[in-house]
Protein backbone atom coordinates (compact mmCIF):
# COMPACT_ATOMS: atom_id res chain seq x y z
CA UNK A 1 0.00 0.00 0.00
CA UNK A 2 2.82 2.30 0.53
CA UNK A 3 4.93 1.81 -2.05
CA UNK A 4 1.72 2.19 -4.69
CA UNK A 5 0.79 5.64 -2.66
CA UNK A 6 4.57 6.87 -3.22
CA UNK A 7 4.38 5.89 -6.57
CA UNK A 8 1.24 7.59 -7.44
CA UNK A 9 2.09 10.33 -5.49
CA UNK A 10 5.60 11.08 -7.62
CA UNK A 11 3.84 10.42 -11.01
CA UNK A 12 1.10 12.76 -10.37
CA UNK A 13 3.12 15.55 -9.29
CA UNK A 14 4.81 14.60 -12.76
CA UNK A 15 2.09 14.93 -14.76
CA UNK A 16 1.32 18.21 -13.26
CA UNK A 17 4.29 19.83 -13.66
CA UNK A 18 4.06 18.52 -17.27
CA UNK A 19 0.62 20.02 -17.68
CA UNK A 20 1.83 23.40 -16.29
CA UNK A 21 4.30 22.99 -19.09
CA UNK A 22 2.42 22.64 -21.50
CA UNK A 23 -1.00 23.88 -20.93
CA UNK A 24 -0.23 27.54 -21.73
CA UNK A 25 0.28 26.35 -25.81
CA UNK A 26 -2.20 23.81 -26.20
CA UNK A 27 -4.97 26.71 -24.98
CA UNK A 28 -3.54 29.14 -27.71
CA UNK A 29 -3.38 26.89 -30.36
CA UNK A 30 -6.40 24.10 -29.57
CA UNK A 31 -8.59 26.49 -27.36
CA UNK A 32 -9.36 26.91 -23.56
CA UNK A 33 -11.82 23.51 -22.72
CA UNK A 34 -8.85 21.89 -24.41
CA UNK A 35 -6.27 23.37 -22.10
CA UNK A 36 -8.76 22.44 -19.04
CA UNK A 37 -9.07 19.13 -19.86
CA UNK A 38 -5.47 18.72 -19.95
CA UNK A 39 -6.11 18.40 -15.46
CA UNK A 40 -7.91 15.04 -16.30
CA UNK A 41 -4.54 13.31 -16.68
CA UNK A 42 -3.09 14.11 -13.07
CA UNK A 43 -6.52 13.27 -11.49
CA UNK A 44 -7.37 9.86 -13.27
CA UNK A 45 -3.63 8.92 -12.31
CA UNK A 46 -5.26 8.19 -9.45
CA UNK A 47 -7.73 5.56 -11.15
CA UNK A 48 -5.00 3.88 -12.97
CA UNK A 49 -4.88 -0.09 -11.72
CA UNK A 50 -1.86 -1.89 -10.60
CA UNK A 51 -0.16 -3.80 -13.59
CA UNK A 52 1.06 -7.36 -11.85
CA UNK A 53 3.20 -9.94 -13.17
CA UNK A 54 3.28 -13.59 -12.22
CA UNK A 55 6.88 -15.70 -11.56
CA UNK A 56 6.73 -19.22 -11.61
CA UNK A 57 9.87 -20.53 -9.34
CA UNK A 58 10.24 -24.40 -8.74
CA UNK A 59 10.67 -26.13 -5.72
CA UNK A 60 11.62 -29.48 -4.57
CA UNK A 61 8.61 -31.37 -3.59
CA UNK A 62 8.75 -32.52 0.38
CA UNK A 63 9.49 -36.56 0.96
CA UNK A 64 6.71 -38.41 2.71
CA UNK A 65 9.23 -40.87 4.70
CA UNK A 66 8.08 -44.36 6.36
CA UNK A 67 6.10 -44.42 9.72
CA UNK A 68 9.21 -45.81 11.61
CA UNK A 69 11.41 -43.00 10.27
CA UNK A 70 9.46 -40.56 11.33
CA UNK A 71 9.11 -42.52 14.67
CA UNK A 72 13.13 -42.48 14.91
CA UNK A 73 12.99 -38.82 13.54
CA UNK A 74 11.03 -37.45 16.46
CA UNK A 75 12.67 -38.82 18.96
CA UNK A 76 16.68 -37.52 17.83
CA UNK A 77 14.45 -33.99 16.99
CA UNK A 78 13.58 -34.07 20.94
CA UNK A 79 17.39 -34.90 21.64
CA UNK A 80 18.27 -31.97 19.42
CA UNK A 81 15.44 -29.44 21.40
CA UNK A 82 17.06 -30.56 24.51
CA UNK A 83 20.57 -30.11 23.82
CA UNK A 84 19.70 -26.56 22.18
CA UNK A 85 17.80 -25.38 26.26
CA UNK A 86 20.83 -26.63 27.99
CA UNK A 87 23.03 -24.77 25.97
CA UNK A 88 21.22 -21.68 26.10
CA UNK A 89 20.94 -22.11 30.03
CA UNK A 90 24.65 -22.49 29.87
CA UNK A 91 25.25 -19.34 28.26
CA UNK A 92 22.72 -17.55 30.45
CA UNK A 93 24.21 -18.80 33.56
CA UNK A 94 27.66 -17.21 32.03
CA UNK A 95 26.80 -14.58 30.94
CA UNK A 96 24.18 -12.81 32.95
CA UNK A 97 20.61 -12.65 31.25
CA UNK A 98 20.44 -11.22 27.80
CA UNK A 99 20.47 -8.03 27.41
CA UNK A 100 16.95 -6.27 25.84
CA UNK A 101 16.84 -5.34 22.34
CA UNK A 102 17.30 -1.84 21.30
CA UNK A 103 14.23 -0.06 20.74
CA UNK A 104 13.26 0.40 16.99
CA UNK A 105 10.86 2.53 14.88
CA UNK A 106 8.78 1.66 12.19
CA UNK A 107 9.58 4.62 10.64
CA UNK A 108 7.22 3.83 7.28
CA UNK A 109 4.53 3.81 9.00
CA UNK A 110 5.56 7.42 11.00
CA UNK A 111 5.63 9.06 8.07
CA UNK A 112 2.43 7.20 7.07
CA UNK A 113 0.87 8.36 9.87
CA UNK A 114 2.10 11.76 9.76
CA UNK A 115 1.04 12.22 5.39
CA UNK A 116 -2.95 10.37 6.61
CA UNK A 117 -3.40 13.30 9.73
CA UNK A 118 -1.83 16.34 7.23
CA UNK A 119 -3.96 15.10 4.35
CA UNK A 120 -6.93 14.33 6.56
CA UNK A 121 -6.66 18.05 7.91
CA UNK A 122 -6.41 19.83 5.02
CA UNK A 123 -9.29 18.63 3.44
CA UNK A 124 -11.83 19.28 7.04
CA UNK A 125 -9.89 22.70 6.97
CA UNK A 126 -10.84 23.91 3.76
CA UNK A 127 -14.41 21.74 3.68
CA UNK A 128 -15.31 23.63 7.19
CA UNK A 129 -14.19 27.27 5.52
CA UNK A 130 -16.48 26.35 2.56
CA UNK A 131 -19.20 25.60 4.77
CA UNK A 132 -18.81 28.71 7.17
CA UNK A 133 -18.75 31.41 3.60
CA UNK A 134 -21.61 29.58 2.44
CA UNK A 135 -23.93 30.23 5.34
CA UNK A 136 -22.19 33.83 5.73
CA UNK A 137 -23.63 34.22 1.76
CA UNK A 138 -26.76 32.27 2.65
CA UNK A 139 -27.92 33.93 5.88
CA UNK A 140 -28.92 37.37 4.67
CA UNK A 141 -29.88 36.31 0.61
CA UNK A 142 -33.04 36.80 -0.69
CA UNK A 143 -33.84 34.28 -2.96
CA UNK A 144 -34.92 35.68 -6.42
CA UNK A 145 -35.94 33.06 -8.76
CA UNK A 146 -34.84 28.92 -9.17
CA UNK A 147 -33.84 28.23 -12.96
CA UNK A 148 -33.17 24.66 -14.13
CA UNK A 149 -32.80 23.49 -10.45
CA UNK A 150 -30.53 26.52 -9.47
CA UNK A 151 -31.29 28.58 -6.83
CA UNK A 152 -30.42 32.57 -8.00
CA UNK A 153 -29.74 34.49 -4.64
CA UNK A 154 -29.25 38.50 -3.85
CA UNK A 155 -26.96 38.58 -0.83
CA UNK A 156 -24.76 41.86 0.58
CA UNK A 157 -22.37 39.30 1.62
CA UNK A 158 -21.66 38.17 -1.47
CA UNK A 159 -18.35 39.64 -2.45
CA UNK A 160 -19.18 39.44 -5.90
CA UNK A 161 -21.23 36.81 -8.61
CA UNK A 162 -20.18 33.38 -7.23
CA UNK A 163 -22.08 29.62 -8.27
CA UNK A 164 -21.60 27.20 -5.64
CA UNK A 165 -22.87 24.03 -4.28
CA UNK A 166 -22.77 20.37 -5.89
CA UNK A 167 -25.90 19.17 -4.78
CA UNK A 168 -27.99 22.52 -3.13
CA UNK A 169 -26.94 24.51 -6.49
CA UNK A 170 -26.57 28.52 -5.75
CA UNK A 171 -26.03 31.02 -7.54
CA UNK A 172 -25.65 34.46 -5.77
CA UNK A 173 -24.84 37.87 -6.24
CA UNK A 174 -24.64 41.30 -4.14
CA UNK A 175 -27.55 44.00 -5.36
CA UNK A 176 -24.61 46.68 -5.78
CA UNK A 177 -23.39 44.65 -9.29
CA UNK A 178 -26.65 43.98 -10.26
CA UNK A 179 -26.92 48.15 -9.99
CA UNK A 180 -23.65 48.62 -11.66
CA UNK A 181 -24.13 46.12 -15.09
CA UNK A 182 -26.06 46.96 -17.54
CA UNK A 183 -28.87 44.35 -18.41
CA UNK A 184 -26.70 42.82 -21.24
CA UNK A 185 -23.87 42.49 -19.19
CA UNK A 186 -25.78 41.12 -16.16
CA UNK A 187 -27.18 38.32 -18.26
CA UNK A 188 -23.64 37.49 -19.23
CA UNK A 189 -22.24 37.55 -15.65
CA UNK A 190 -25.32 35.39 -14.52
CA UNK A 191 -24.70 32.97 -18.11
CA UNK A 192 -20.94 32.33 -17.06
CA UNK A 193 -22.33 31.13 -13.51
CA UNK A 194 -24.51 29.40 -15.03
CA UNK A 195 -22.38 27.54 -17.29
CA UNK A 196 -20.08 26.50 -14.22
CA UNK A 197 -23.17 24.56 -12.55
CA UNK A 198 -24.07 23.01 -15.89
CA UNK A 199 -20.67 21.69 -16.92
CA UNK A 200 -19.78 20.09 -13.43
CA UNK A 201 -17.25 22.58 -12.23
CA UNK A 202 -18.18 22.59 -8.90
CA UNK A 203 -17.56 19.37 -9.08
CA UNK A 204 -14.11 19.34 -10.30
CA UNK A 205 -13.24 21.58 -7.66
CA UNK A 206 -14.38 19.11 -4.80
CA UNK A 207 -12.13 16.28 -6.52
CA UNK A 208 -9.38 19.06 -7.19
CA UNK A 209 -9.74 19.39 -3.48
CA UNK A 210 -9.30 16.08 -2.57
CA UNK A 211 -5.98 15.60 -4.80
CA UNK A 212 -4.43 18.39 -3.14
CA UNK A 213 -5.65 17.28 0.03
CA UNK A 214 -3.59 13.83 -0.87
CA UNK A 215 -0.51 16.73 -1.58
CA UNK A 216 -0.89 18.88 1.51
CA UNK A 217 2.85 18.90 1.39
CA UNK A 218 3.87 19.12 -2.18
CA UNK A 219 4.18 22.97 -3.49
CA UNK A 220 3.94 21.36 -6.99
CA UNK A 221 0.26 20.62 -6.21
CA UNK A 222 -0.60 24.39 -5.18
CA UNK A 223 0.64 26.08 -7.84
CA UNK A 224 -1.12 23.42 -10.00
CA UNK A 225 -4.57 23.70 -8.37
CA UNK A 226 -4.25 27.46 -8.67
CA UNK A 227 -3.61 27.18 -12.51
CA UNK A 228 -6.89 24.70 -12.55
CA UNK A 229 -8.99 27.35 -11.13
CA UNK A 230 -7.72 29.40 -14.22
CA UNK A 231 -7.83 27.14 -16.63
CA UNK A 232 -11.73 26.37 -15.81
CA UNK A 233 -12.62 29.93 -15.55
CA UNK A 234 -11.11 30.13 -18.87
CA UNK A 235 -12.63 27.14 -19.91
CA UNK A 236 -16.33 28.90 -19.09
CA UNK A 237 -15.11 32.03 -20.87
CA UNK A 238 -14.90 30.26 -24.33
CA UNK A 239 -18.30 28.31 -23.81
CA UNK A 240 -20.24 31.56 -23.15
CA UNK A 241 -18.61 33.47 -25.93
CA UNK A 242 -19.00 30.12 -27.97
CA UNK A 243 -22.67 30.39 -27.56
CA UNK A 244 -22.67 34.45 -27.92
CA UNK A 245 -20.51 35.52 -30.55
CA UNK A 246 -17.85 37.09 -30.86
CA UNK A 247 -19.73 40.59 -30.78
CA UNK A 248 -20.42 39.89 -27.39
CA UNK A 249 -17.24 40.03 -25.74
CA UNK A 250 -16.90 43.85 -25.07
CA UNK A 251 -19.84 43.57 -22.97
CA UNK A 252 -18.58 40.33 -21.45
CA UNK A 253 -15.02 41.81 -20.57
CA UNK A 254 -16.56 44.62 -19.05
CA UNK A 255 -18.55 42.67 -16.94
CA UNK A 256 -16.34 40.15 -15.57
CA UNK A 257 -13.76 43.60 -15.05
CA UNK A 258 -16.89 44.36 -12.56
CA UNK A 259 -17.02 41.10 -11.03
CA UNK A 260 -14.49 41.54 -8.47
CA UNK A 261 -13.97 39.32 -5.84
CA UNK A 262 -11.50 37.45 -3.52
CA UNK A 263 -10.80 33.70 -4.30
CA UNK A 264 -12.08 31.07 -2.50
CA UNK A 265 -11.38 27.23 -3.08
CA UNK A 266 -14.62 26.05 -3.34
CA UNK A 267 -16.40 29.04 -4.86
CA UNK A 268 -16.36 29.63 -8.73
CA UNK A 269 -16.64 33.33 -9.43
CA UNK A 270 -15.55 34.92 -12.65
CA UNK A 271 -12.78 37.04 -11.01
CA UNK A 272 -10.82 34.74 -8.66
CA UNK A 273 -8.37 34.86 -11.45
CA UNK A 274 -6.08 36.98 -13.30
CA UNK A 275 -8.34 39.47 -15.48
CA UNK A 276 -5.45 40.64 -17.67
CA UNK A 277 -4.56 36.82 -18.86
CA UNK A 278 -8.78 36.51 -18.92
CA UNK A 279 -9.25 39.29 -21.28
CA UNK A 280 -6.36 37.99 -23.65
CA UNK A 281 -7.81 35.01 -23.79
CA UNK A 282 -11.31 35.42 -24.90
CA UNK A 283 -9.79 36.59 -28.46
CA UNK A 284 -9.45 33.08 -28.84
CA UNK A 285 -12.48 31.01 -27.75
CA UNK A 286 -12.12 28.34 -30.75
CA UNK A 287 -12.60 24.75 -29.58
CA UNK A 288 -10.55 22.40 -31.88
CA UNK A 289 -11.43 18.92 -31.86
CA UNK A 290 -8.28 17.49 -33.18
CA UNK A 291 -6.65 19.20 -29.63
CA UNK A 292 -9.24 16.82 -27.62
CA UNK A 293 -8.06 13.68 -30.28
CA UNK A 294 -4.10 14.47 -29.14
CA UNK A 295 -5.43 14.67 -25.62
CA UNK A 296 -7.08 10.92 -25.68
CA UNK A 297 -4.07 9.83 -27.50
CA UNK A 298 -1.83 11.22 -25.05
CA UNK A 299 -3.77 9.88 -22.07
CA UNK A 300 -4.25 6.41 -23.40
CA UNK A 301 -0.23 6.48 -23.59
CA UNK A 302 0.89 7.78 -20.36
CA UNK A 303 -1.09 6.83 -18.35
CA UNK A 304 -0.52 3.15 -18.56
CA UNK A 305 3.08 4.04 -18.71
CA UNK A 306 2.55 5.48 -15.32
CA UNK A 307 0.98 2.96 -13.90
CA UNK A 308 1.80 0.78 -10.41
CA UNK A 309 3.85 -2.43 -11.41
CA UNK A 310 4.42 -5.73 -9.21
CA UNK A 311 5.65 -8.94 -8.95
CA UNK A 312 4.69 -11.92 -7.79
CA UNK A 313 6.45 -15.20 -7.14
CA UNK A 314 4.31 -18.53 -6.99
CA UNK A 315 6.12 -21.84 -6.02
CA UNK A 316 5.34 -25.08 -8.21
CA UNK A 317 6.52 -28.21 -7.19
CA UNK A 318 9.58 -29.24 -9.59
CA UNK A 319 9.49 -32.74 -10.88
CA UNK A 320 10.20 -35.67 -8.65
CA UNK A 321 13.64 -35.95 -7.10
CA UNK A 322 15.95 -38.52 -7.51
CA UNK A 323 16.36 -38.79 -4.27
CA UNK A 324 13.97 -38.34 -1.28
CA UNK A 325 14.94 -35.69 0.91
CA UNK A 326 14.48 -34.23 3.84
CA UNK A 327 11.60 -31.97 4.66
CA UNK A 328 12.27 -28.34 4.90
CA UNK A 329 10.79 -25.68 6.86
CA UNK A 330 9.95 -22.93 4.02
CA UNK A 331 11.01 -19.87 4.66
CA UNK A 332 9.35 -16.31 3.80
CA UNK A 333 9.87 -15.24 -0.04
CA UNK A 334 12.15 -12.14 -0.49
CA UNK A 335 10.35 -9.31 -1.76
CA UNK A 336 12.44 -8.75 -5.25
CA UNK A 337 14.28 -5.32 -5.84
CA UNK A 338 12.31 -2.48 -7.93
CA UNK A 339 10.17 -5.11 -8.93
CA UNK A 340 9.33 -3.59 -13.09
CA UNK A 341 6.02 -5.55 -14.82
CA UNK A 342 5.46 -4.96 -18.65
CA UNK A 343 4.06 -1.97 -19.97
CA UNK A 344 0.48 -2.25 -20.36
CA UNK A 345 -0.46 -2.25 -24.17
CA UNK A 346 -1.87 0.90 -24.85
CA UNK A 347 -5.70 1.20 -24.81
CA UNK A 348 -7.01 2.33 -27.90
CA UNK A 349 -8.24 5.99 -28.92
CA UNK A 350 -11.91 6.32 -28.17
CA UNK A 351 -13.69 8.38 -31.15
CA UNK A 352 -14.49 11.89 -30.69
CA UNK A 353 -18.03 12.24 -30.43
CA UNK A 354 -19.37 13.88 -33.51
CA UNK A 355 -17.38 17.37 -33.59
CA UNK A 356 -19.11 18.18 -29.92
CA UNK A 357 -17.91 21.61 -29.87
CA UNK A 358 -19.58 22.29 -33.58
CA UNK A 359 -23.12 20.93 -32.00
CA UNK A 360 -22.86 22.87 -28.75
CA UNK A 361 -23.60 26.05 -31.02
CA UNK A 362 -27.12 24.72 -32.03
CA UNK A 363 -27.97 23.42 -28.48
CA UNK A 364 -29.04 26.53 -27.30
CA UNK A 365 -31.87 26.66 -30.10
CA UNK A 366 -35.39 25.57 -27.74
CA UNK A 367 -37.96 27.21 -29.19
CA UNK A 368 -40.85 26.93 -26.90
CA UNK A 369 -44.58 28.01 -27.54
CA UNK A 370 -47.20 28.67 -25.22
CA UNK A 371 -49.77 27.74 -27.85
CA UNK A 372 -51.50 24.78 -27.72
CA UNK A 373 -50.53 22.66 -30.29
CA UNK A 374 -53.94 21.75 -31.64
CA UNK A 375 -55.21 24.92 -31.58
CA UNK A 376 -54.75 26.88 -35.51
CA UNK A 377 -53.33 29.85 -36.47
CA UNK A 378 -56.79 30.97 -37.06
CA UNK A 379 -57.65 30.47 -33.70
CA UNK A 380 -54.81 31.76 -31.68
CA UNK A 381 -54.84 35.66 -30.49
CA UNK A 382 -52.82 38.55 -32.15
CA UNK A 383 -49.96 37.69 -28.93
CA UNK A 384 -49.80 34.01 -29.90
CA UNK A 385 -49.58 34.71 -33.75
CA UNK A 386 -46.77 37.12 -32.81
CA UNK A 387 -44.57 34.44 -30.92
CA UNK A 388 -45.85 31.99 -33.16
CA UNK A 389 -44.57 33.82 -36.07
CA UNK A 390 -41.31 34.74 -34.83
CA UNK A 391 -40.37 30.90 -33.80
CA UNK A 392 -41.10 30.21 -37.43
CA UNK A 393 -38.28 32.81 -38.57
CA UNK A 394 -36.10 31.39 -36.10
CA UNK A 395 -36.12 27.91 -37.55
CA UNK A 396 -35.62 29.16 -40.37
CA UNK A 397 -32.93 31.37 -39.99
CA UNK A 398 -31.39 28.26 -37.84
CA UNK A 399 -31.54 26.18 -40.92
CA UNK A 400 -29.74 28.54 -43.34
CA UNK A 401 -27.11 29.18 -40.79
CA UNK A 402 -27.06 25.29 -40.37
CA UNK A 403 -26.34 24.95 -44.19
CA UNK A 404 -23.71 27.21 -44.05
CA UNK A 405 -21.78 25.80 -41.16
CA UNK A 406 -21.40 22.62 -42.34
CA UNK A 407 -19.45 24.06 -45.13
CA UNK A 408 -17.18 25.55 -42.67
CA UNK A 409 -17.32 22.35 -40.43
CA UNK A 410 -16.24 20.15 -43.38
CA UNK A 411 -13.05 22.79 -44.44
CA UNK A 412 -12.29 23.25 -40.46
CA UNK A 413 -12.08 19.25 -40.19
CA UNK A 414 -10.16 18.93 -42.98
CA UNK A 415 -7.72 21.39 -42.53
CA UNK A 416 -7.07 20.20 -38.29
CA UNK A 417 -7.11 16.82 -39.86
CA UNK A 418 -4.52 17.54 -42.54
CA UNK A 419 -2.47 19.94 -39.55
CA UNK A 420 -2.39 16.59 -36.98
CA UNK A 421 -1.05 14.30 -39.37
CA UNK A 422 1.78 16.19 -40.25
CA UNK A 423 2.04 16.95 -36.42
CA UNK A 424 2.06 13.01 -35.43
CA UNK A 425 5.15 11.88 -37.99
CA UNK A 426 7.64 14.06 -35.57
CA UNK A 427 5.75 12.66 -32.32
CA UNK A 428 5.99 9.48 -34.03
CA UNK A 429 9.67 9.71 -34.42
CA UNK A 430 9.94 10.97 -31.12
CA UNK A 431 8.27 8.01 -29.45
CA UNK A 432 9.66 5.57 -31.03
CA UNK A 433 13.02 6.65 -29.63
CA UNK A 434 11.86 7.31 -26.13
CA UNK A 435 10.71 3.17 -26.58
CA UNK A 436 14.15 2.15 -28.02
CA UNK A 437 15.94 4.49 -25.05
CA UNK A 438 13.79 2.44 -22.32
CA UNK A 439 14.78 -0.88 -23.80
CA UNK A 440 18.52 -0.44 -23.95
CA UNK A 441 17.92 0.93 -20.12
CA UNK A 442 16.62 -2.22 -19.22
CA UNK A 443 19.30 -3.67 -20.71
CA UNK A 444 21.88 -2.45 -19.09
CA UNK A 445 20.18 -2.98 -15.41
CA UNK A 446 19.75 -6.74 -16.41
CA UNK A 447 23.78 -6.68 -16.58
CA UNK A 448 24.05 -5.05 -13.29
CA UNK A 449 21.87 -7.39 -11.49
CA UNK A 450 24.22 -10.14 -13.17
CA UNK A 451 27.43 -8.43 -12.29
CA UNK A 452 25.74 -7.95 -8.78
CA UNK A 453 24.21 -11.48 -8.75
CA UNK A 454 26.18 -12.80 -5.78
CA UNK A 455 25.47 -9.75 -3.70
CA UNK A 456 21.54 -9.71 -3.88
CA UNK A 457 21.61 -13.35 -3.25
CA UNK A 458 23.55 -12.96 0.58
CA UNK A 459 20.59 -10.19 0.45
CA UNK A 460 17.78 -13.21 -0.06
CA UNK A 461 17.06 -11.63 -3.15
CA UNK A 462 16.30 -14.13 -6.38
CA UNK A 463 18.19 -12.24 -9.52
CA UNK A 464 16.42 -14.38 -11.49
CA UNK A 465 12.70 -13.60 -10.69
CA UNK A 466 14.41 -9.86 -10.98
CA UNK A 467 15.35 -10.29 -14.42
CA UNK A 468 12.45 -12.12 -15.50
CA UNK A 469 10.34 -8.72 -14.52
CA UNK A 470 12.72 -6.61 -16.28
CA UNK A 471 12.98 -9.48 -19.79
CA UNK A 472 8.69 -9.17 -19.91
CA UNK A 473 8.82 -4.99 -19.11
CA UNK A 474 11.26 -5.22 -22.21
CA UNK A 475 8.37 -7.60 -24.38
CA UNK A 476 5.82 -5.57 -23.94
CA UNK A 477 7.63 -1.98 -24.89
CA UNK A 478 8.86 -3.74 -27.91
CA UNK A 479 5.10 -4.96 -28.59
CA UNK A 480 3.63 -1.89 -28.35
CA UNK A 481 2.94 -0.55 -31.68
CA UNK A 482 3.29 3.09 -31.88
CA UNK A 483 1.93 2.88 -35.60
CA UNK A 484 -1.36 1.60 -34.44
CA UNK A 485 -1.49 3.93 -31.66
CA UNK A 486 -0.96 7.06 -34.18
CA UNK A 487 -3.46 4.95 -36.76
CA UNK A 488 -6.58 5.31 -34.23
CA UNK A 489 -5.62 8.72 -32.77
CA UNK A 490 -5.85 10.19 -36.78
CA UNK A 491 -9.01 8.20 -37.72
CA UNK A 492 -11.05 8.61 -34.56
CA UNK A 493 -12.56 11.62 -36.20
CA UNK A 494 -15.42 10.98 -39.48
CA UNK A 495 -16.10 14.03 -41.43
CA UNK A 496 -18.68 12.08 -43.16
CA UNK A 497 -20.18 11.26 -39.60
CA UNK A 498 -20.06 14.93 -38.18
CA UNK A 499 -21.71 16.07 -41.66
CA UNK A 500 -24.49 13.41 -41.57
CA UNK A 501 -25.36 14.47 -37.71
CA UNK A 502 -25.65 18.02 -39.07
CA UNK A 503 -28.11 16.73 -42.00
CA UNK A 504 -30.27 14.96 -39.53
CA UNK A 505 -30.07 18.71 -37.66
CA UNK A 506 -31.27 20.34 -40.52
CA UNK A 507 -33.91 17.92 -41.55
CA UNK A 508 -36.05 17.99 -38.20
CA UNK A 509 -35.49 21.71 -38.41
CA UNK A 510 -37.14 21.43 -41.86
CA UNK A 511 -39.83 19.12 -40.82
CA UNK A 512 -40.28 21.21 -37.81
CA UNK A 513 -41.08 24.56 -39.90
CA UNK A 514 -43.41 22.03 -41.71
CA UNK A 515 -45.55 21.42 -39.63
CA UNK A 516 -45.83 25.01 -38.27
CA UNK A 517 -46.73 26.24 -42.13
CA UNK A 518 -49.32 23.59 -42.29
CA UNK A 519 -50.90 24.75 -38.88
CA UNK A 520 -50.74 28.46 -40.16
CA UNK A 521 -52.54 27.55 -43.07
CA UNK A 522 -55.21 25.91 -41.34
Known amino acids: ?98 APAAPSYDWPLLLLTVWAIGAVATFLIYQGRYIAHRRAILGPATKVERVGGIDLMVSPAAPGPMAFGTLNRVIALPQSYADRCTDIELDLALEHELSHHRSGDLFARQFGLFVLSLHWFNPIAWKAYAAFHFDQEAACDARVLARRGPKARADYGRAIAKSAAPARLLFANARDTSLKRRLKMMTNSAHRPAGTLMMIAAAAILLPATASRAVSVVDVPAAAPAAPVAPVVPTAVQAPMAPVAPVAPVAPVAPVAALAAAQDDHDGLHIKLDVDDDKDYSEMTAAERREFDAAMEGIREAIVELRAEKVEVRQELAEEMAEMRREVVIDREEMRAELAEAEAEIEAAIAEIDAEAAELRA ?54 LADMEARRNR
Open 1 to 98: MSEWLIETLVWTSALMVLVLLIRGPVAEKFGARVAYSLWLLPAARFLVPTFETVVEREVAAPTVLPAAAVSAGGQEQALADAFIVAAMRGQSEAGGAL
Open 459 to 512: KGQDPEVIKASLRAAKASLSAMDIDAVVEAATQSVDVDMVISSLDAAETGLEAA
